[in-house]
């Protein structure tokens, strides 16, 4: 097969890919969910009901009323300590759900005006949706007090990260504190959710849920969850319903205008230069043209609302730094192409010119594709013991395609390509997954291949990483095997990779290497205790070049605690040969941390580590100490502050041959459900002696940021942003820390549905 066809045939494959879903449309289910109880009926409601957190609508007495009477942590599925009322109702347009959440003691609920997905410490209730019934993903739309919501993806395919609050639906939600508890309405909209088309009842699989942060965080659901299960969405119950329900025209526009200013100098005293002024008209568009598939175009993207990354230090690492996405596109949907790779890194299209998404489900499939137009191509070149991001400064074309296939309610298959094409360049990777679950046992395995084309420039510069070859091919393969039940957890695993395979649009950022690894967990249960679980976990990991030299060897253990205030400890000690630029060197330290609640309102957290480690420049080992704090705190109803510091030393040959810090506090101000003020500051230093280093090094390195964002959001696609930021740094050729980055911009858009 040639990988460099023209472009077009690049973007017809990751079409293919997804074709088989067009033949599955009403297919039967491949999966059943076991239950034991009969299938509830959801009603139809009779009349109005105006969500204001009143639960005083005469329509809620025709709705199903539920209960959540189940405490499943730390309880095992030990009666609920405070009880909550559920009503559930439909109408031909929207799915309606109330919640009735009483208190022994109501002021101690906790309830604080946030930001979308920022309430999760608070009281919360909340309704979980599996509208396939078919335990592979799921909508968790929670509630505070307050009104405020926080809406999740839940996929259990994915055991990495399983839950996704990325996705931000259309929904209205109300609360209200009253002198029993709180009240909360919330109305779903059809068009929303995504479910199996036709006019006949769904079967959906439905969770209630209520979050009582008191000593302990308690998990209270309206079903049972045995301790050993390891598929949470598996233990939903069924209800049924909802036939012939509308699903609206499911359509949205959502046009954008960000205006703009950026400037910058090059040295102390010199002015202010380099003006970018812009004026850039952008659009979004969403379309469902069924229930069961979503597409979503954008056009000149602009992201400048997007919160500042978590500030981290690479200078004593030889792999670059991963950052987790923000920009709302390339978020929404970003489930359907997660696989045991990381195939897909989107933030590799970093100045997308326009984009096209289309995913869906089937009752046995799910599906996504990608096309893009990148105005920058990023790339990360891995090698065998380091990796770094590049900028070709070219124009590339982007594809992804994903299609899995559930071929029974334990079995799945699918498939994954990604290719990108500019001038001189492509990359195309192709590949094939598969994932068996039964009970306690899982099983995954995944195998791709890769074929690239660098320009001459690259391969000539980047010799370490590509050798010879600019054009380079290979393949990548790994398989797991998972044991969990109540009390114990296995895992044993290997991976393999070429030195020549490439995924430039994901991020793997070793090549050349096989690695093995086999761990186990065995967790203790004291229920009613002030500790009331612990937990041992060790692992034993190798890795090899692909040559047979060993690069790494790692014993591992940790003991971890969970008690009284909410708190989180433990210890973990590690001993590890590792390879280096020629030598096999010894690293062994030893980490601790804690976290804890001392009241409803306040959050401390710690972690150390002290040991052995390598200086990498140096090539020579040495004593590291680092300490780290970090916590949140409520002011009030709406004013939230976090911070983060932490500082490291290396101690060696007599000196220090590096002392690095670095701090991050950001300030949230939400003055209504609507509005909010957003202030970031950001610092680190690195200082290192060069009298410890037989290499020319930076001794100083200073960097300085902060940014400040105005937002008020109608909804998630209606809203207004305003916002600035300043950057500084000094280094040894720059001895005065200085400005150097400044930048204003106003950001409108307008979700319009007809």
Known sequence: MNLFAPKPRALTIALLLCAPFAQAQDATPATAKPESLPASAIPRLQGDIVIDGKLDDAAWQGALEQSIDYDIQPGDNTPAPAKTTVRVGYTDEALYVSFKAMDPDPSSVRANLRDR???????????????????????????????????????????????????DGLWTSAGQLTAEGYDVEIRIPFSTLRFPAGGQDQRWGISFFRSWPRDKRHQLTSHKVPRDSNCFQCEWLEYTGMAGVKRGHNLEVVPTLTMGTTQSRPAVGTKWGGTDTSIEPGVDVSWAPSPAMTLNATLNPDFSQVETDQLQLDFNSSFALFYQEKRPFFLEGADYFNTQFDVLYTRQIADPDFGLRITGRTPNSAYGALVARDATTLLLVPGVQGSRFLDLDQKANVAVGRYRYDVNDQLSIGTIGTFRHGDDYGNDVVGTDARWRKDAHTVTAQFLHSQSKYPAWVKEGYKAELGDDATPSGNAWRAGYSFSNRDWNFDINHVEIDPGFRADLGFIGQVGYDKSLVGGQRTWYRDGKSIHRFSLYGDYDITHRYDGQLLERELEFQLGFQGAKQSNFGISPLVRERFWRGHLFDEHNINLWGNFRPSGRLQLGTYMNFGRQLDLIAERTGRRAMIGVWGNTAIGRGVNVEWEASRQRLHRDGGVAFDASVADLRLGWQFTPQQRLRLTLQGSQVLRDQSLYATTINETARDWAGQVVYSYKVNPHTAVYAGASYGAFMDDDNLELFGNTRSVFVKLSYGWQP
């Open 117 to 167: 997905d920022a309430m999760f410490n608070d009281d919360w209730v909340g309704v979980f949706l599996d509208t396939f019934n078919d335990n592979r993903r799921g909508y968790e739309l929670v509630v505070n007090p307050l009104g405020v919501q926080g809406d999740l993806i839940r996929d259990e395919t994915n055991t990495n990260n399983q839950e996704d609050a990325s996705w």
